[in-house]
Nanobody, 121 residues
């Protein structure tokens, strides 16, 4: 079984920064794409940033220039550096990855449990 565990959420004032981390653990062969999503109260979950195994990144328009995703493939981790935070960035942030378990020939999509980010005005 594969798990993703997020850390780094918290309360920050507008204009501040936070760094989220997500570590994959369990029995797996490889990780393909990794991404961060967020879900604010009463809203649908949305893709914030993603990075392929080859290092290509993409961002939601609302976070471009403020957020940066990065992977450490050797440690099976992904980070989200969030700068110039705004109150509208308040949400639960989820890590997501396509992981190939040792018990399977296929990749499965795995979610973390989420970490709360609250930006006060």
């Amino acid at each position: 079984q594969v798990h993703l565990v997020e850390s780094g959420g918290g309360l920050v004032q507008a204009g501040g920064s936070l760094r989220l981390s997500c570590a994959a653990s369990g029995s797996f062969v490889s990780i393909n794409g990794m991404a961060w999503y967020r879900q604010a109260p009463g809203k649908q979950r949305e893709l914030v940033a993603s990075e392929t195994s080859g290092g290509s990144t993409s961002y939601a328009d609302s976070v471009k220039g403020r957020f940066a995703i990065s992977r450490d493939n050797g440690k099976n981790t992904v980070h989200l550096q969030m700068n110039s935070l705004k109150p509208e960035d308040t949400a639960v942030y989820y890590c997501n990855a396509d992981v190939r378990p040792r018990s399977s020939s296929y990749y499965v999509n795995v979610w973390g449990q989420g970490t709360q980010v609250t930006v006060s005005s």
